[in-house]
Nanobody, 114 residues
Framework: VQLQASGGGMVQAGGSLRLTCTAS????????MGWYRQAPGKQREMVAL???????QYADSVKDRFLISRDNAKIMVTLQMNRLKPEDTAVYFC?????????WGRGTLVTVSS
């Protein structure tokens, strides 16, 4: 499974950004897809996940601000990030869970200025 992420960049606090991630390769059997992030000096943390059936999970810190969606036909997951805060600044990583294994995309940097 290969994951190609796009989006990210720099935005002022209160702004919005959208991340997308598309899977290719051995895509049969992919279940959960989503995003983790890692801020400087901190551990990687789950941001949002969505199952093949569309069940969503969010970190408490992003609930009501971020929305994850998925297109199973395109094997694509999208993270719409609204009302961004400086503490959302991090490298965001796409993840796909495939037959019990985790596959990671290259990180994309999101910077939120105050």
């Amino acid at each position: 499974v290969q994951l190609q992420a796009s989006g990210g960049g720099m935005v002022q606090a209160g702004g919005s950004l959208r991340l997308t991630c598309t899977a290719s390769g051995s895509i049969f059997g992919i279940n959960d897809m989503g995003w983790y992030r890692q801020a400087p000096g901190k551990q990687r943390e789950m941001v949002a996940l969505i199952s093949f059936a569309g069940i969503q999970q969010y970190a408490d810190s992003v609930k009501d601000r971020f929305l994850i969606s998925r297109d199973n036909a395109k094997i694509m997951v999208t993270l719409q990030m609204n009302r961004l805060k400086p503490e959302d600044t991090a490298v965001y990583f796409c993840i796909a869970q495939h037959l019990g294994d985790d596959f990671w995309g290259r990180g994309t940097l999101v910077t939120v200025s105050s």
